[in-house]
């Protein structure tokens, strides 16, 4: 079953021919780890004093998310991967947003973790696999609402409303 990913309001599969392949939302499931909260150690006390009344604040986590890019030619993987790669390989984060769940991650890009043909003709169809690997810091997530009309689609941010664009 293929899965709507948005990437800053971009559909993926209609702006790439990037799909989520199998597994890519599960990595999403591992609950973050706390940070050890402040604490005092008093000398004339056992155990630890800790500090109740701080936010809890979470580890950076690191995602290795799969990935399936698909095109009619090898003019147009080369097009395609290098406006995908261009798209979230900056110095800043980007707005993973699953449609099926309503809910957005925010993640920096750091790397490829591997990538590998899975057909290759110069004359037609190629596609290939890659894993990225995504960092998360827990800045406060969002709940969105994805909208289709007569003028086209749209995510609902913040009462924002807010096109989904099929091009790059």
């Known amino acids: 079953m293929a899965v709507s990913v948005l990437i800053n309001g971009f559909d993926l599969r ?16 591992i609950p973050p780890i706390p940070k050890e909260p402040f604490f005092n150690e008093w000398s004339d006390q056992n155990g630890r004093d800790y500090d109740t009344e701080s936010p809890v604040v979470y580890q950076t986590q690191t ?6 890019i698909t095109a009619s030619n090898m003019v147009d993987y080369r097009k395609q991967k290098k406006d995908f790669l261009s798209l979230i390989d900056f110095n800043g984060e980007f707005d993973l947003q699953v449609i099926d769940w309503g809910e957005a991650f925010r993640l920096r890009y750091k790397g490829v973790a591997s990538w590998s043909f899975i057909n290759v003709d110069l004359g037609s169809s190629t596609s290939a696999r890659f894993v990225l690997r995504l960092e998360c810091n827990h800045n406060k997530g969002y709940i969105f609402k994805y909208l289709v009309d007569n003028s086209g689609r749209y995510i609902v941010i913040n009462n924002k409303k807010m096109m989904v664009k099929t091009s790059y």
């Open 14 to 29: 209609d702006a790439f021919g990037v799909y989520l392949e199998d597994g890519g939302l599960q990595v999403f499931e």
């Open 63 to 68: 995602f290795e998310v799969p990935f399936l």
